[in-house]
């Protein structure tokens, strides 16, 4: 996730640009029409959790279906790379959006509240659930392990009827 620093670090940070600016993927719309965005986010390569960079605020917001696997302090650190990178990669994309930019690292929150899951094996489908229903401000407290088998086939039939562009 390094912004500079050799060949490699380059060519991610072209790609990055590009979404920062709507050209990827290709249905992405640029982030200075937005004024929030929806990321998942792997953590140590073990769990998944679904951030939120307001833009307005400057802030990213984390929810963790698995709260009590990371303590708070891991998982910040854990996002941090990112909270440095936003500001320069935003600047080096040209972004302008109605708010000022904040210098230096954005703060990172987590979400001690958000919808949990029991077991294991579902923190992927509770992302896709949490960036789902925030972006359509539905309230969290709908997403129930109850009904993981239902959001997993909802999207199983939205794939296969190509409802997403993948």
Not at 47 to 72: A, N, P, Q
Not at 138 to 152: C, P, Q, T, W, Y
Request: net charge positive; glycine share 8%; hydrophobic share 40%.
């Amino acid at each position: 996730m390094r912004l500079y620093g050799g060949k490699e670090a380059r060519t991610h940070s072209n790609a990055l640009v590009k979404m920062v600016n709507g050209k990827l993927p290709t249905l992405g719309k640029p982030w200075s029409s937005v004024k929030k965005v929806f990321m998942p986010y792997n953590v140590r390569q073990k769990h998944w959790v679904g951030l939120v960079l307001d833009l307005t605020s400057c802030e990213i917001f984390v929810y963790d279906s698995k709260i009590d696997l990371f303590r708070t302090h891991i998982l910040v650190k854990a996002v941090q790379p990112l909270a440095k990178l936003i500001t320069p990669l935003l600047e080096e994309a040209g972004y302008v959006g109605e708010f000022p930019l904040r210098k230096g690292e954005w703060p990172i929150h987590r979400v001690m509240d958000s919808a949990q899951q029991v077991g294991g094996g579902d923190c992927g489908m509770f992302v896709i659930k949490y960036c789902d229903f925030l972006s359509w401000n539905v309230d969290l407290g709908k997403i129930s392990n109850e009904a993981m088998h239902l959001f997993r086939l909802k999207l199983t039939v939205d794939l296969l009827q190509g409802c997403y562009n993948i």
